[in-house]
Every structure is written in structure tokens, then in C-alpha cells.
């Protein structure tokens, strides 16, 4: 008999942040919890990533050089040709996660625990429309 885990589709994750440290402590929490990630270190990267491998979730820094993150994600949800992936916010700063909050995403204010950012992923996973399989995910990650 197959295990369940096994015959699903591990959910892709899209970890934008212009620290270098912080993407790989990221990418390590979400590789470990079983999710596929890849890195973008600002926008335009993760733009062209979203084009090409559309991510089931994006976790985006709020702070990013060239447009920010809030920007980014707004200009995504604009564009009626870019697939609609959920997104979750981190920052730093509290006033710009409430920028941030104003596009209906969740928001994780730095520092955060990795329960913590895992709790989020996998809830946000979970509200998927066609997330039947990351719903999958989100029970067995619960048991």
C-alpha cells in the first residue's frame, strides 16, 4: 500500500527576499516541513519565476529593492494574464504590513517563529480554490 504523503504533489513555494540570509533560513523551515521551494532575491526575479513555474504560495518581503513587495504582489493581482497565486507578507516594520494587509494577505511581522510561518503556509495552502491536494497537506501536516 502507497502512503498517501507519497502520491501527492508536494506544494511549490516562492520565497522573495533581498537577504540572503533570510531566504535560505526560510527555504530550510519550508524544505524541511516538505514543501518545494525556490528564492528570488527581489521582484524582477521572482516575477520571471512566477511566469515561467507558477508557485502554489509566495512568501514576500515587504522591503525589496527596485519595487516592493506590496507593489509587486499588486501589480500581479492587476494583471489578468499572470496566474493568481496567494501570498503571505513579512516585514519588519508594522506600519507597512498595514499596506500590505489593504490586498487581503496574511502578514508575518520579522522576527517570526518557523511554527509560525509554517501554521500560515500551511493554513493559506489550505484556502486554495483548487487546492484539494493542499488541503490534503494541511490535515496530514496536522496529525
Known amino acids: 500500500m502507497s502512503d498517501l504523503r507519497s502520491d501527492l504533489k508536494r506544494a511549490s513555494i516562492l520565497v522573495v527576499d533581498d537577504e540572503t540570509a533570510v531566504r535560505e533560513l526560510l527555504k530550510l523551515q519550508l524544505v524541511g516541513a516538505g514543501y518545494d521551494v525556490l528564492v528570488a532575491d527581489d521582484a524582477i526575479v521572482a516575477g520571471r519565476s512566477v511566469m515561467s513555474t507558477p508557485p502554489d504560495l509566495m512568501v514576500v518581503d515587504v522591503a525589496l529593492p527596485y519595487l516592493d513587495g506590496v507593489d509587486f504582489v499588486a501589480a500581479l493581482k492587476a494583471d489578468t494574464t499572470m496566474p493568481q497565486v496567494p501570498v ?35 493554513r493559506e495552502l489550505s484556502l486554495r480554490p483548487s487546492g484539494r491536494r493542499a488541503r490534503l497537506d494541511y490535515l496530514l501536516a496536522s496529525i
Open 88 to 122: 503571505v507578507f513579512m516585514s519588519g516594520h508594522v506600519d507597512v504590513l498595514a499596506r500590505a494587509r489593504a490586498l487581503g494577505a496574511p502578514c508575518l511581522k520579522k522576527p517570526f517563529s518557523g511554527e509560525q510561518l509554517l501554521e500560515v503556509v500551511r
